[in-house]
């Protein structure tokens, strides 16, 4: 076997050094009743073109994104990743090493994330961010615990503009925890009232900025009232590209931004591995969740960087710990850091007008679908379009899929209980999306509506 | 005034009903670099044995028990700031909070500095 | 060797980097973007940035150079021996990567339509089939995003379970001593209180104790085995059968899974649920801490309490479960992650597994147990062996042999740095004094563990010689030495701002 270095006469050779028979006798704690005398029944082991034929196979079966107008957004989008993103993401000493523990060895990664921390900060607008968590869901779940932690209270409020998975994630992380979860409805137009909704009880609200329906809002009244009944006001991004052209939710007043940093690196994967983000302000360090690293110096007086402040976390606070949490998303940081450092100043600003102008240019040309609206006062790279009365956006979608266009996604896909939703349609462009994408959408939706 | 002990390394200096609470030389030898100390607030009420504050060196984080119950007057704002402070002054400059003394007859239970030193003698 | 010092701070193919934030300059870009168009201010609300957003401005090669040169800063397996007990640093073969790159497979949205998708959930059904098949259990919940992750997803089927059955005083939860800080504090997410077990001399759960301790208010025991000393539970199978009739549920913790894959199906030993970290057993990549993957089995009882979604085989062929309603008689205890779980790392796993096969896997845990036991062998007479073998895939040491040495766990440890070996765990478990844990891996070669051994026989001898001071100044050949990490906690700098990083 290939990744098995062994000849039979190394385990001979071995075997006699440990005084066994043979391998066998090595398992002699686990009960006989329990051990098998061989191979389970299932298929044996293949060479890489055997693997590469099945997967080819696999593959071959989907519809792949690059392969077709393709429109979805919903909180994962599709942007160009730089070539050289991917290719230095498969260097061995990133793909292959461990967390870094031992910080002499690992200085590669450790710097990565002590940058990785800074960008974050600065294109969310927070004083301090950690070195990420699995996706934005389980980070807006992580956010509604801390607040509850830091403001001692128990009523969490999701708003109607929140992610559908984030809203059903921290439901669920909380559910054991002693808080209270208060989910407000789906809000396409952008209209809901949030101002008297926070109270005394109320440990934090959560909104998204985009919403989930594309939406931006102001969000600078919200933070003053939730501060005043002693909220703390948590924002989600979905769409951190969003960042390069809106006022980022720590200019006004968020206490926690949580964000999915797919878009920046990674690609669509068909949804994970994710890339959580999390920042906060420098007072609440101690209850963040999650890696941290901090830059100190060596032996020798050298700037160097180090995992700091662990002691919020499960490996020494065991069940007083912050988070259960023990993984980051190390890689899908280092690819994020890494197409944001492409980008740059200029090309973030750049690319998120680009995606901002073609929303503007596909609703443009959906002006040419009769029946067809868009439901938004505001958007960034997504919004809601409503189809008409009595159509039913899932079945458009299927209908588009069999001409070949992934035409968007229909909100009842997340909203099964909300009828009066059946006709909206999610839709999303960026700078992937061609002029020749939208006239083939609009014309294909022209035919099936 | 007095100076008692408990067997989780904290120790109270009483005078009429009021307290000084800190950790021990021993304590703060054996865990090594202080590298942040919280410190419980004015008006909170602590119950003997219960949660008071924290202390915590780079590789862990231990919790600072009430020796007595009672309601915190202050606590030591400087830790927060300075926490060297208690490995170099355990036992004065780095006291963690007064309180006043809910019921004194709590004192009774705790060691002196001579069954302290004993008890700790114990445990090398 | 004298110390030599250079103009520029580089020592030769030691090359220091500055951070980005110092080397951007307005004007340079990395990547090229058409000329935006028009933006819409009221489209935007009004709440177009204002202000610089202070991202420094490179261009491709300097970036290109920028991580190449940080990854010249680290160890990877790919780089030497890595024996982090408990981590299973082992070849991560480079056929996943080229497959989870297939364009048919990572360039899909969660979000398309089912159609489209087949091959995708076909990918995810096929791993299903073989964790399932491998473990002998019924059922898996697939979304779970990494091993702590699994933890909470089966305790919180196990409550959902208590729940359901009107059970609800089980609030206690059973967790050895020797256990990863993640079980108690999965515990304590789900609502639970932790009441410890202690450990016998032999390395083990007490049992005696454990039996004790169970009654009608505990929920579940959590126990690693092979257990974090790398021994196999020997007693298990009283151990699962004691919990099932105290009416609690038997949670896993598959952390060691790899000493056993294909040898033992989990299913035989009475565990009710237990994740599998992909990126131990499965061999996808650590990444530098992530991403990982999670998935949970699960005993008959909680199968019907698996999370949201999963993947169904329906008439027109797999189908997704995103909605409760739509889960049949099941009863989800919710949603854990956003999406359909870490599918990346799932294509990576199952090209593992399927090159690996039945045969290969049994091969794969036979071999490690192997390497852990000839490590275990070969320098338990110069280290001080905690427990006696047969160890399962790694073998634990405590540092009786460094007493009166003046050197500790750590500074051992970091002499090996400058061997060029990484250093093996230490300090976990917590169970013995100074603890140092080596887990070689199957895809070590007898000569890498030769070389090993010789060097940690070599360290051990100048150990006993009393060169302590040796140790405390380890390492010395690395981009930076020992780390102040005290100052790093006591003054928190966790990110760059003009003018006050400088080192």
């Not at chain 1, 005398?37 to 082991?45: E, Y």
């Not at chain 1, 060895?105 to 990420?132: K, P, R």
């Not at chain 1, 952008?190 to 005394?200: F, I, T």
């Not at chain 3, 209180?193 to 202690?198: I, K, N, R």
Request: hydrophobic share 40%; net charge negative; charged share 20%.
């Amino acid at each position: 076997m290939r990744y098995l270095p062994h000849t039979e006469a190394d385990r001979r050779a071995m075997l006699a050094t440990i005084g066994a028979k043979d391998v066998d006798a090595l398992f002699k704690d686990v009960p006989a009743a329990a051990r098998l005398d061989r191979p389970i029944d299932l298929a044996a082991g293949q060479s890489e073109m055997a693997v590469e034929r099945m997967f080819t196979r696999m593959a071959g079966k989907n519809l792949s994104a690059g392969h077709a107008p393709f429109f979805i957004g919903a909180g994962l989008y599709r942007h160009h990743v730089p070539a050289s993103v991917d290719q230095l993401l498969t260097r061995g000493e990133f793909l292959t090493s461990y967390t870094p523990y031992q910080p002499e060895v690992s200085q590669g990664t450790l710097q990565y994330l002590f940058e990785f921390q800074t960008q974050v900060c600065l294109i969310t607008g927070m004083e301090v961010a950690n070195a990420s968590m699995y996706d934005g869901a389980t980070a807006c779940a992580e956010a509604a615990v801390m607040a509850a932690r830091v403001t001692r209270k128990k009523n969490i409020i999701l708003s109607g503009s929140l992610h559908p998975h984030y809203v059903e994630t921290t439901r669920t992380v909380v559910k054991h925890q002693g808080l209270e979860v208060e989910e407000l409805a789906p809000d396409p137009f952008g209209l809901e009232d949030l101002m008297g909704r926070v109270d005394s009880r109320t440990a934090c609200l959560i909104v998204q900025n985009p919403g989930f329906f594309g939406g931006i809002r102001d969000l600078t009244q919200l933070a003053d009232a939730c501060h005043e009944v002693g909220a703390l006001l948590v924002v989600a991004v979905a769409e951190p590209v969003s960042l390069g052209l809106i006022t980022p939710p720590g200019a006004m007043g968020a206490d926690i931004v949580v964000a999915e940093g797919q878009s920046l690196g990674m690609g669509l994967q068909f949804g994970g591995p994710g890339l959580g983000l999390f920042a906060t302000r420098e007072k609440y360090v101690r209850q963040m969740p999650g890696r941290l690293c901090g830059q100190t110096v060596d032996q020798d007086g050298k700037r160097g960087f180090v995992l700091t402040l662990s002691t919020r976390e499960q490996h020494i606070r065991r069940e007083k710990a912050t988070s259960n949490i023990c993984t980051n998303s190390g890689l899908c940081a280092l690819a994020f850091t890494m197409h944001l450092t492409m980008l740059g100043e200029t090309g973030l600003t750049r690319l998120a007008k680009l995606n901002h102008a073609q929303a503007l240019r596909l609703e443009q040309s959906l002006r040419r679908v009769k029946g067809a609206k868009v439901l938004n006062q505001t958007y960034f790279n997504e919004f809601a379009l409503y189809l008409g009365d009595e159509v039913d956006a899932g079945e458009v979608v299927e209908k588009l899929a069999a001409k070949g266009i992934l035409g968007g996604v229909p909100a009842a896909r997340f909203y099964p209980h909300w009828p009066e939703l059946r006709p909206v349609l999610l839709l999303a462009a960026t700078e992937t999306n061609t002029q020749d994408d939208m006239d083939a959408l609009v014309s294909a939706l022209s035919e099936v509506l | 005034m007095s100076m008692y002990f408990t067997k989780d390394h904290e120790w109270i200096k009483v005078e009429g009903d009021t307290g000084t609470v800190g950790i021990t030389e021993y304590a703060q030898h054996a865990l090594g670099d202080i590298v942040y100390v919280e410190v419980p607030e004015k008006g909170r009420a602590l119950k003997q044995g219960g949660d008071a504050a924290v202390v915590e060196s780079v590789k862990a984080a231990s919790e600072v028990y009430s020796p007595v119950s009672g309601t915190v007057i202050a606590g030591n704002d400087v830790l927060a700031g300075q926490p060297a402070l208690v490995n170099e002054s355990p036992e004065d400059q780095a006291w963690f909070f007064t309180l006043t003394l809910a019921n004194p007859a709590e004192l009774e239970a705790l060691m002196d500095r001579p069954a302290y030193d004993e008890y700790v003698a114990g445990l090398e | 060797m004298a110390e030599i010092t250079t103009f520029s701070g580089n020592r030769g193919l030691q090359l220091e980097e500055p951070l980005i934030f110092e080397q951007g300059c307005p004007g340079r870009i990395g990547v090229d973007i058409a000329e935006p168009g028009p933006i819409d201010e009221d489209r935007l609300g009004g709440l177009a940035r204002k202000g610089t957003i202070g991202l420094p401005d490179l261009s491709e090669p300097q970036v290109v150079r920028h991580y190449t040169r940080l990854s010249q800063k680290n160890y990877g397996i790919d780089s030497g021996f890595y024996p982090l007990g408990s981590c299973t640093m082992k070849h991560n073969p480079r056929l996943s990567e080229k497959m989870a790159r297939l364009p048919g497979l990572v360039d899909l949205h969660p979000f398309q339509p089912r159609s489209t998708v087949q091959g995708a959930l076909e990918v995810i059904d096929l791993l299903a089939h073989w964790l399932k098949g491998l473990t002998g259990m019924p059922a898996v919940a697939m979304s779970p995003a990494a091993g702590a992750h699994g933890e909470w997803c089966g305790l919180m089927a196990i409550r959902a379970y208590h729940d359901d059955h009107g059970d609800s005083q089980r609030t206690r939860v059973l967790v050895p001593e020797s256990a990863h800080g993640t079980n108690p504090a999965t515990a304590a997410m789900c609502g639970y209180s932790v009441d410890p077990v202690p450990a016998t001399e032999r390395g083990r759960v007490d049992v005696a104790a454990l039996k004790a301790k169970l009654g009608p208010d505990v929920a579940c025991i959590m126990v690693t085995n092979p257990n974090t000393c790398g021994l196999f539970e020997d007693e298990i199978l009283d151990i699962a059968q004691a919990t099932h009739e105290a009416g609690a549920f038997f949670y896993c913790d598959g952390a060691n899974y790899n000493a056993i894959v294909g040898r033992v199906k989990i299913a035989d030993l009475g565990v009710d649920a237990m994740h599998i970290n992909l990126h131990k057993t499965f061999s996808t990549p650590h990444g530098g801490g992530g991403p990982g993957a999670g998935p949970t089995v699960l005993s008959e009882k909680l199968a019907a309490y698996a999370p949201l979604p999963f993947v169904v085989h329906g008439a027109g062929g797999l189908e997704l479960v995103e909605h409760a309603e739509q889960a049949g008689g099941a009863k989800p205890f919710g949603r854990v992650k956003g999406y359909h779980g870490q599918f990346g790392v799932f294509i990576r796993a199952l090209a593992y597994i399927l090159s690996m096969g039945a045969d290969g896997l049994r091969q794969t845990s036979g071999d490690a147990v192997l390497n852990a036991n000839y490590l275990l062998a070969s320098l338990k007479d110069v280290l001080s062996a905690s427990f006696d073998g047969p160890c399962m895939h790694e073998c634990l040491f405590d540092d009786r042999f460094l007493k009166d040495s003046g050197i500790t766990t750590l500074d051992f440890a970091k002499m090996l740095i400058d061997e060029g070996f990484h250093p093996m765990t230490m300090y976990f478990p917590l169970v013995v004094h100074g603890a140092l844990l080596m887990e070689p891996t199957e895809t070590e070669a007898k000569e890498t563990l030769d070389g090993f051994i010789a060097v940690i026989r070599a360290l051990a001898a100048k150990a006993k010689a009393g060169e302590a001071d040796d140790f405390k100044a380890a390492p010395r050949l690395t981009p930076r030495r020992r780390l102040d990490e005290t100052q790093a906690a006591r003054v928190p700098v966790l990110r760059w701002k003009h003018g006050a990083n400088e080192g």
